[in-house]
């Protein structure tokens, strides 16, 4: 049995999109993972930041009354 051209081309075409959505897939997970661990990264460091403000303010002032904090906003 002779497999003509035209089966040999559908194949072909049906290998490099399974491998080309694999690739695609893999880098979207890559790329997905890193953003996730680049966004809890600036959480944590932006966390740390607000938190030591809110130590020293209430250092300062032994309150949490909101009239006796003066919090500088972090930008």
């Known amino acids: 049995m002779k ?17 080309i959505a694999i690739m695609v897939g893999a880098v979207y997970f890559s790329a ?3 953003f996730e661990n680049y966004v809890r ?6 966390f740390e930041a607000v938190t030591g403000i ?4 209430y250092t ?5 009354e909101v009239n006796s904090l003066h919090i ?3 930008n």
Do not use: C, P, T
Request: aromatic residues 16%; hydrophobic residues 40%.
């Open 3 to 19: 497999v003509n051209l035209s089966w040999k081309l559908f194949g072909f075409f049906v290998k490099a999109v399974g491998i």
């Open 32 to 34: 997905s993972r890193d």
């Open 72 to 74: 500088e906003l972090l």
């Open 60 to 64: 300062n002032s032994q309150s949490w």
């Open 41 to 46: 990264e600036f959480e944590r460091e932006r």
């Open 54 to 57: 809110l130590e020293d303010e």
